[in-house]
């Protein structure tokens, strides 16, 4: 009902950026939050920054400073600028969002593919 499309990952050297974009497509009526979640090997997925439709923003705390989370609401897109970046960023980064299809009473939560994200030192 609701498929979120993640690009913009890839292999990035210390210290560069990337900036990642997943767009929410399907019969959408509303979306509350949308998110960023990483998971690297061995390790558990955790949140990595998250908006609301309002626009407030929390950050984990080892991102605050360098990641900046974003959306267009238009474009039931979000975005994920990443700078300064270190190898310990590296994780499949996964979209999610809360979402209302048309014809539904409630919210869901949905999750896109993930895109790698490797960053060489």
């Known amino acids: 009902q609701v498929q979120l499309l993640e690009s913009g990952g890839g292999l990035v050297q210390v210290g560069g950026s990337l900036r990642l974009s997943c767009a929410a497509s399907?019969?959408?009526?509303?979306?509350?939050?949308m998110a960023w979640y990483r998971q690297a090997p061995g390790k558990q997925r955790e949140l990595v920054a998250v908006?609301?439709?309002?626009?407030?923003?929390n950050y984990e705390d080892s991102v605050k400073g360098r990641f900046t989370i974003s959306r267009d609401n238009a474009k039931n897109t979000v975005y994920l600028q990443m700078n300064s970046l270190k190898p310990e960023d590296t994780a499949v980064y996964y979209c999610?969002?809360?979402?209302?299809?048309?014809?539904?009473?409630?919210?869901?939560?949905?999750w896109g593919q993930g895109t790698q994200v490797t960053v060489s030192s």
């Open positions: 999610t969002c809360s979402a209302k299809v048309y014809g539904s009473i409630r919210f869901r939560d949905y």
């Open positions: 399907g019969s959408i009526f509303s979306i509350n939050y």
């Open positions: 908006i609301t439709s309002g626009g407030s923003t």
